[in-house]
């Protein structure tokens, strides 16, 4: 337990000793606080109509102005992050696990095995994200759990073939060919050995999936078709202000914005953590 | 060959100093386009929301085609520019109604198709209205001709209009409209039978004198055009889906017409920018909020109407159409025959009426969803609903649909409450034949089912007598309303801005009749 966590804290230091990986860690620190704790810090209720004020601009009352139902811009964007993690997480770190869990398998597993994983992901990475997308909302309705399922769903395969690539260059290195010769379980040899030595890469490629799920969730929702109304998102907000843009320009702002930061934060956080994790990376570029 | 490369010594500093002289460059010939586009003024630029890509009536989709139909083709009669329905003239000299199912008329003996198609007779006339509803053609637009059932030639350019039943949108849509406009018999059939992205003869005013698919279409002066000469030489139409990129290209000088956003009327009415005027027309088109009465959470009529009563039209008007619109009593759009004044349910909400009725229901928990299209004028419009009826405790859950799931929603059992907007042409009849019992699983979404509606709606196509036929069409409106099936939220409205140097001709709906557009002098 000690090593890891000073492992935890080598990763964190290195991180934060490139300029790069600390604005990122700042803009992830700032958008997970402010998703957390949304409901504490938006200065109204983020759905809470007042047409009598709507599109107003910026103000000390309304610090990114008002919406086309005079709902406060700041908080619907503050409000907007939470769902946007609601999304990118579960589905991020779902398609993670449920990817390393069949790449691991497909990777030390019998061929035949292979061969149908293999077939499987390659099924799913045929279909379009976002025409699939519109068919699965087409089909079952929008919502957030929707959302959630279509990432997960098409990012299985893309941690499903790296966690299948790295189990196959491992399977034959002398600690596992010792820990079969000991007689180990299957089991053991994927968890206990294995798992450690794919893990970090997989959380490398999550940190710069995230950005990429974002940016999804905001782009079904400018669509129309991601979270239900009135739920604040950042793409619906994007969406009204993109009809709204000439009466009041500060809606495109406000969830454009985010967007922008959330990309480049987990972006920089990524690119620094795979640095940090594998220090190969960082010599040769 | 060889080819000696060598390193560029392009430095910052020199590629700011390029770049800003391309930028330069890119920029001043369009100065130099702006300023020879003012000069210009033979040159009509116009927007349309859409692209016409089909060059024959019997096949036209719609407003956007009519708009170069009605330029190159003639009717016997066309609608008049104005701010009141009315028709005028145009390839007949004389029409005339001789009883409720003859209609009489002659042609102009000065009118011809280009490309030696040669006179227009009334055997043009007979082709060009009996291969609508010739279901060989399988026109979309068959059903705007009622019970037409064949053209009479008398002579070369003189013949009788028959009908199998009294019609009376026979002048308010039949002839003035898509299905009037006459083609070349000889020309068409030299085709084929079927006209397709190019016109095979023309006779208006104006010829097409090209197409660029999604990017422009440009109509000449027809050099041959015996009757009133057009006033522009040339008139370009930019199909440009968007209003707000319509508005910036009106503001840049690039167009001299476009429908606008309602969201910019009130700017517009402050000032059009380089002395162009706003012009504000009501439009047909009608929104609605409709309830599945066949649904088992929505059988209960005082529940029904509970809802009609909770939905509060000015708080909608005034967030999603800016406040640019005035609250539809009906289907049925001010100007129309059988447009009612009133409303049975006031537009604001009553919400001590809408709790008491729904105590009366007896239903208690009731949760719904409404179904809406995903655009923001009726996500917002949906957000208003959803908030006005949690007052009463209703909680409704906005279900949004993109333009196909939400179109294919016809044979959707499920539905429940939906908002909806329909198009509509300058006649009742149009409006109330969606609503008919033979429509429900096809366009009566909300399973509206009333004999009487039903015989209002054929019998009044037929009766002749206007003040009769609005008596009859406001009594179909009342029973939508009674049902509890309908809200009726706003008919929206036509915003049109032009420069300083048009004088526009529109229909009373505030769309382009452009053969009639003048110069401003």
Same mark, same amino acid.
């Given at each position: 337990?000690?090593?890891?966590?000073?492992?935890?804290?080598?990763?964190?230091?290195?991180?934060?000793?490139?300029?790069?990986?600390?604005?990122?860690?700042?803009?992830?620190?700032?958008?997970?606080?402010?998703?957390?704790?949304?409901?504490?810090? =938006?200065?109204?209720?983020?759905?809470?109509?007042?047409?009598?004020?709507?599109?107003?601009?910026?103000?000390?009352?309304?610090?990114?102005?008002?919406?086309?139902?005079?709902?406060?811009?700041?908080?619907?964007?503050?409000?907007?992050?939470?769902?946007?993690?609601?999304?990118?997480?579960?589905? =991020?770190?779902?398609?993670?696990?449920?990817?390393?869990?069949?790449?691991?398998?497909?990777?030390?597993? $019998?061929?035949?095995?292979?061969?149908?994983?293999?077939?499987?992901?390659?099924?799913?990475?045929?279909?379009?994200?976002?025409?699939?997308?519109?068919?699965?909302?087409?089909?079952?309705?929008?919502?957030?759990?929707? =959302?959630?399922?279509?990432?997960?769903?098409?990012?299985? $395969?893309?941690?499903?073939?790296?966690?299948?690539?790295?189990?196959?260059?491992?399977?034959?290195?002398?600690?596992?060919?010792?820990?079969?010769?000991?007689?180990?379980?299957?089991?053991?040899?994927?968890?206990?050995?294995?798992? $450690?030595?794919?893990?970090?890469?997989?959380?490398?490629?999550?940190?710069?999936?995230?950005?990429?799920?974002?940016?999804?969730?905001?782009?079904?929702?400018?669509?129309?078709?991601?979270?239900? $109304?009135?739920?604040?998102?950042?793409?619906?907000?994007?969406?009204?202000?993109?009809?709204?843009?000439?009466?009041?320009?500060?809606?495109?702002?406000?969830?454009?914005?985010?967007?922008?930061?959330?990309?480049?934060?987990?972006?920089?956080?990524?690119?620094?953590?795979?640095?940090?994790?594998?220090?190969?990376?960082?010599?040769?570029? | 060959?060889?080819?000696?490369?060598?390193?560029?010594?392009?430095?910052?500093?020199?590629?700011?100093?390029?770049?800003?002289?391309?930028?330069?460059?890119?920029?001043?010939?369009?100065?130099?386009?702006?300023?020879?586009?003012?000069?210009?003024?033979?040159?009509?630029?116009?927007?349309?929301?859409?692209?016409?890509?089909?060059?024959?009536?019997?096949?036209?989709?719609?407003?956007?085609?009519?708009?170069?139909?009605?330029?190159?083709?003639?009717?016997?009669?066309?609608?008049?520019?104005?701010?009141?329905?009315?028709?005028?003239?145009?390839?007949?000299?004389?029409?005339?109604?001789?009883?409720?199912?003859?209609?009489?008329?002659?042609?102009?003996?000065?009118?011809?198709?280009?490309?030696?198609?040669?006179?227009?007779?009334?055997?043009?006339?007979?082709?060009?209205?009996?291969?609508?509803?010739?279901?060989?053609?399988?026109?979309?637009?068959?059903?705007?001709?009622?019970?037409?059932?064949?053209?009479?030639?008398?002579?070369?350019?003189?013949?009788?209009?028959?009908?199998?039943?009294?019609?009376?949108?026979?002048?308010?849509?039949?002839?003035?409209?898509?299905?009037?406009?006459?083609?070349?018999?000889?020309?068409?059939?030299?085709?084929?039978?079927?006209?397709?992205?190019?016109?095979?003869?023309?006779?208006?005013?104006?010829?097409?004198?090209?197409?660029?698919?999604?990017?422009?279409?440009?109509?000449?002066?027809?050099?041959?055009?015996?009757?009133?000469?057009?006033?522009?030489?040339?008139?370009?139409?930019?199909?440009?889906?968007?209003?707000?990129?319509?508005?910036?290209?009106?503001?840049?000088?690039?167009?001299?017409?476009?429908?606008?956003?309602?969201?910019?009327?009130?700017?517009?009415?402050?000032? *059009?920018?380089?002395?162009?005027?706003?012009?504000?027309?009501?439009?047909?088109?009608?929104?609605?909020?409709?309830?599945?009465?066949?649904?088992?959470?929505?059988?209960?009529?005082?529940?029904?109407?509970?809802?009609?009563?909770?939905?509060?039209?000015?708080?909608?008007?005034?967030?999603?159409?800016?406040?640019?619109?005035?609250?539809?009593?009906?289907?049925?759009?001010?100007?129309?025959?059988?447009?009612?004044?009133?409303?049975?349910?006031?537009?604001?909400?009553?919400?001590?009426?809408?709790?008491?009725?729904?105590?009366?229901?007896?239903?208690?928990? *009731?949760?719904?969803?409404?179904?809406?299209?995903?655009?923001?004028?009726?996500?917002?419009?949906?957000?208003?609903?959803?908030?006005?009826?949690?007052?009463?405790?209703?909680?409704?859950?906005?279900?949004?649909?993109?333009?196909?799931?939400?179109?294919?929603?016809?044979?959707?059992?499920?539905?429940?409450?939906?908002?909806?907007?329909?198009?509509?042409?300058?006649?009742?009849?149009?409006?109330?034949?969606?609503?008919?019992?033979?429509?429900?699983?096809?366009?009566?979404?909300?399973?509206?089912?009333?004999?009487?509606?039903?015989?209002?709606?054929?019998?009044?196509?037929?009766?002749?007598?206007?003040?009769?036929?609005?008596?009859?069409?406001?009594?179909?409106?009342?029973?939508?309303?009674?049902?509890?099936?309908?809200?009726?939220?706003?008919?929206?409205?036509?915003?049109?801005?032009?420069?300083?140097?048009?004088?526009?001709?529109?229909?009373?709906?505030?769309?382009?009749?452009?053969?009639?557009?003048?110069?401003?002098?």
């Amino acid at each position: 337990m000690e090593k890891s966590r000073s492992e935890l804290g080598q990763i964190i230091v290195g991180v934060a000793r490139d300029p790069l990986g600390l604005m990122g860690l700042i803009i992830v620190g700032v958008i997970v606080f402010c998703a957390i704790f949304a409901y504490w810090i =938006v200065p109204y209720d983020p759905i809470a109509m007042d047409i009598k004020s709507r599109m107003q601009g910026p103000s000390t009352a309304h610090l990114l102005g008002t919406d086309q139902l005079g709902r406060d811009t700041f908080s619907r964007v503050i409000a907007g992050g939470q769902v946007a993690l609601k999304v990118a997480l579960p589905a =991020v770190f779902g398609a993670m696990a449920i990817g390393l869990t069949l790449g691991m398998i497909a990777g030390y597993g $019998p061929k035949w095995l292979d061969n149908l994983l293999m077939l499987f992901f390659d099924t799913i990475r045929s279909f379009p994200t976002v025409m699939f997308a519109l068919a699965v909302v087409a089909l079952i309705g929008p919502s957030l759990q929707t =959302v959630v399922f279509v990432v997960m769903a098409t990012s299985i $395969p893309t941690y499903g073939r790296v966690a299948r690539t790295q189990t196959m260059t491992l399977r034959n290195s002398e600690f596992i060919l010792a820990e079969r010769s000991m007689g180990a379980s299957m089991s053991r040899i994927l968890g206990v050995h294995m798992l $450690p030595n794919i893990i970090g890469v997989l959380a490398v490629l999550a940190a710069m999936d995230i950005p990429t799920v974002i940016a999804l969730e905001a782009g079904l929702s400018f669509l129309g078709l991601g979270v239900k $109304p009135p739920t604040p998102s950042w793409g619906s907000l994007l969406k009204d202000g993109y009809s709204l843009i000439r009466q009041t320009p500060w809606l495109v702002v406000g969830g454009g914005l985010p967007i922008i930061l959330a990309t480049l934060g987990f972006t920089f956080l990524g690119e620094s953590l795979r640095d940090v994790v594998d220090p190969k990376l960082r010599k040769q570029r | 060959m060889k080819i000696e490369w060598t390193q560029a010594n392009v430095g910052r500093r020199r590629f700011l100093k390029g770049a800003t002289a391309l930028g330069a460059a890119t920029v001043l010939p369009m100065g130099w386009a702006n300023r020879a586009f003012a000069a210009d003024d033979g040159v009509l630029r116009v927007r349309a929301y859409g692209d016409a890509q089909n060059m024959d009536p019997a096949h036209s989709v719609g407003v956007v085609e009519e708009e170069v139909h009605a330029s190159i083709y003639n009717k016997l009669i066309q609608y008049k520019p104005g701010n009141e329905w009315g028709w005028q003239l145009d390839a007949a000299t004389m029409i005339e109604q001789v009883n409720p199912t003859h209609i009489k008329f002659a042609l102009r003996d000065d009118i011809g198709f280009t490309n030696g198609f040669g006179a227009m007779t009334a055997e043009d006339v007979k082709f060009s209205m009996e291969r609508i509803v010739d279901d060989a053609t399988d026109s979309p637009n068959k059903p705007d001709l009622g019970p037409f059932s064949h053209v009479e030639v008398t002579g070369e350019r003189e013949g009788t209009i028959v009908l199998n039943s009294p019609f009376a949108p026979i002048w308010s849509i039949a002839l003035p409209y898509i299905t009037g406009n006459i083609v070349s018999k000889a020309a068409v059939e030299a085709a084929g039978g079927r006209i397709g992205a190019d016109p095979v003869a023309e006779s208006g005013p104006y010829l097409r004198d090209s197409w660029s698919p999604k990017e422009k279409t440009v109509l000449k002066r027809n050099p041959d055009w015996k009757g009133d000469a057009p006033t522009w030489d040339t008139v370009e139409i930019y199909p440009i889906d968007d209003e707000n990129t319509a508005e910036i290209a009106f503001e840049a000088g690039e167009l001299d017409m476009t429908r606008v956003s309602l969201a910019s009327v009130e700017r517009y009415r402050a000032g *059009v920018p380089n002395g162009g005027s706003l012009v504000e027309k009501p439009s047909l088109y009608y929104v609605w909020m409709g309830m599945n009465v066949e649904h088992p959470k929505l059988q209960n009529q005082k529940l029904r109407q509970a809802i009609q009563h909770a939905v509060d039209v000015p708080s909608i008007l005034e967030a999603a159409y800016f406040g640019a619109a005035e609250p539809a009593t009906g289907i049925i759009a001010p100007g129309l025959a059988g447009h009612r004044a009133e409303s049975l349910v006031p537009p604001a909400a009553n919400f001590e009426k809408a709790a008491q009725l729904l105590a009366e229901s007896g239903e208690t928990n *009731v949760t719904l969803t409404l179904d809406t299209l995903n655009k923001t004028t009726f996500t917002t419009t949906a957000q208003i609903i959803q908030a006005t009826l949690a007052q009463i405790g209703i909680t409704v859950e906005v279900n949004v649909l993109e333009s196909g799931a939400f179109w294919a929603s016809g044979d959707n059992e499920n539905l429940q409450l939906v908002l909806n907007r329909f198009s509509m042409t300058p006649d009742p009849y149009y409006a109330t034949s969606w609503f008919t019992p033979e429509q429900i699983g096809k366009w009566n979404w909300e399973r509206f089912n009333s004999p009487e509606f039903n015989e209002i709606h054929e019998s009044a196509a037929a009766e002749t007598d206007i003040a009769k036929r609005a008596e009859m069409y406001q009594r179909a409106q009342d029973l939508m309303e009674e049902s509890g099936a309908y809200r009726f939220i706003t008919h929206e409205a036509t915003p049109v801005i032009h420069s300083a140097r048009v004088i526009p001709a529109l229909r009373p709906d505030g769309l382009s009749l452009l053969r009639y557009f003048g110069k401003a002098t």
